[in-house]
Nanobody, 115 residues
Framework: QVQLVESGGGLAQPGGSLRLSCAASGFTASNYVMNWARQARGKQREVVATITDTGSINYADSVKGRFTMSRDNAKNTVYLQMNSLKPEDTAVYYC?????????WGQGTQVTVSS
């Protein structure tokens, strides 16, 4: 059974940092494309970072240069290091995996950036 569990969210000040984790089980994360996505209140969900099975990583323009996605194959976990946080980064952050024609999502973790 596929399971994705996000953690690491919380409250950060503008300019601060947080590191999100997404622990995967039921499949081997390094064999699939995985994404970090976020949804702010009243807005559509958007993908902010993607890692492929070959390790290529792409970022949305809104986070490029500030966020870094990585993967630890031994831990079957993907991470999102978020630096230089802005109030507009406030959202629920999710990880997902695309397998066999469908997406599986975690439950999300709240990130709030406020002074």
């Amino acid at each position: 059974q596929v399971q994705l569990v996000e953690s690491g969210g919380g409250l950060a000040q503008p300019g601060g940092s947080l590191r999100l984790s997404c622990a995967a089980s039921g499949f081997t994360a390094s064999n699939y494309v995985m994404n970090w996505a976020r949804q702010a209140r009243g807005k559509q969900r958007e993908v902010v970072a993607t890692i492929t099975d070959t390790g290529s990583i792409n970022y949305a323009d809104s986070v490029k240069g500030r966020f870094t996605m990585s993967r630890d194959n031994a831990k079957n976990t993907v991470y999102l290091q978020m630096n230089s946080l802005k109030p507009e980064d406030t959202a629920v952050y999710y990880c997902n995996v695309f397998r066999f024609g469908q997406y599986s999502w975690g439950q999300g973790t709240q990130v709030t950036v406020s002074s």
